[in-house]
């Protein structure tokens, strides 16, 4: 897919002129999301609505829409991970909170002699 768009030196409408396949990957999904409106639209009024039109299909245009499809998904599947990640990543913290506290309150119920011993270990 990629490939052929590369080949064919795939443009897509953006609102400052056009961008390249590449450039996609540094636009926000939400961006994403109009340009893939804006492609569909226009799949929509080449098709038209008419029975007895024939059905022409734009290859390129399909392949446009199948890209910008396939960026948003792998955007979306990122994000999810690094929500996830974070969502570990916290969650760890706070049972490695948790172990010190019930390490302190360990140490603090010993008796003197053995904080004593602890330190003449150490």
């Not at 059905?55 to 392949?63: F, N």
């Not at 999810?80 to 969650?91: C, G, M, S």
């Not at 390490?103 to 002699?113: A, G, M, P, T, Y």
Request: aromatic share 4%; no cysteine.
């Amino acid at each position: 897919m990629f490939e052929k768009a590369s080949r064919l030196k795939v443009r897509f409408p953006y609102t400052k002129g056009q961008v390249t396949v590449e450039d996609l990957w540094d636009l926000s999904t939400t961006v994403l999301d109009g340009i893939y409106k804006t492609l569909r639209a226009t799949q929509k009024d080449q098709d038209g609505d008419s029975l007895l039109a024939e059905r022409r299909t734009d290859t390129v245009l399909a392949l446009q829409i199948d890209i910008v499809k396939y960026i948003v998904t792998v955007k979306v599947a990122e994000a999810d991970a690094k929500k996830l990640a974070t969502a570990k990543r916290e969650q760890k913290a706070r049972i490695m909170e948790l172990i010190a506290e019930k390490q302190d309150e360990s140490l603090k119920n010993k008796s003197i002699e053995e904080l004593t011993a602890l330190v003449g270990n150490l």
